[in-house]
């Protein structure tokens, strides 16, 4: 899909649903290759960061949803029925409607399916990431692990670390630092980017991985929790080193 019609579907996407405002825009990178890591917010999260971030952005989608018959169960569980109440037999009815579009779209969009739990297909979501990077694209990460119960008040799970893996095989094929950008979405219609905190190569790698994926979980907590009391979002920075 052209970089044009990328950017025409997210300003329909904004006027329709999302709708929101963007903060932290002096943060954004001037160029690529770059991670944006997300909290999920339930099915919010994914629009409204294309919505609101002025860049081209390859988002890891779960693998599910990329596959014409998978993708009607799952969205069926985990949107329909899940956060829209709706239950069978109408729940279904709506889902194949909505994957008779959403599927193409999702793959001309130059989405990368993500397969949790399964290490050996993991690769091929890293490699594409990594070609993509290599090129100077930006890749955009929702890491939650929907094993577990969200926070009550930032709607969150913890995070998984198999992102930061990019660092690592990025520093690994060019010598340079990746960095990765936290992204706070919050219900209130805020979307913050902020500092990004770059790959140390002088770190043990598995050390490395939990790092960056503890600054990220953190500080996206934090900013949260700052836009649920009104508060001002502070200069928050990201340990770098």
Known sequence: MADSLYQFLASVLDLTIWGGKLSGEENLPQQGPAVFVANHLDAMGPIAAPCSIPLRLYTWIQAEMLDPEMAVDWLEWDFIERQLHIKPPLSLWISKAMCSFSVPILHSLGCIPVYRGDYARMQTTLRRSIDLLREGKFVLVFPEDNRY??????????FQHTFARLGEMYYQETEARLEFYP???????????????????????????????????STITAVYLQLENGEVIGALNPERK
């Open 183 to 217: 992204v706070t979405i919050h219900s209130s219609g805020v979307l913050h980017v902020g500092k990004p905190v770059a790959y140390n190569p002088l770190n043990q790698p598995g050390l490395e991985r939990h790092r960056i994926k503890d600054l990220m979980e």
């Open 149 to 158: 119960l969200p926070d009550p008040v930032t709607k969150m799970m913890p």
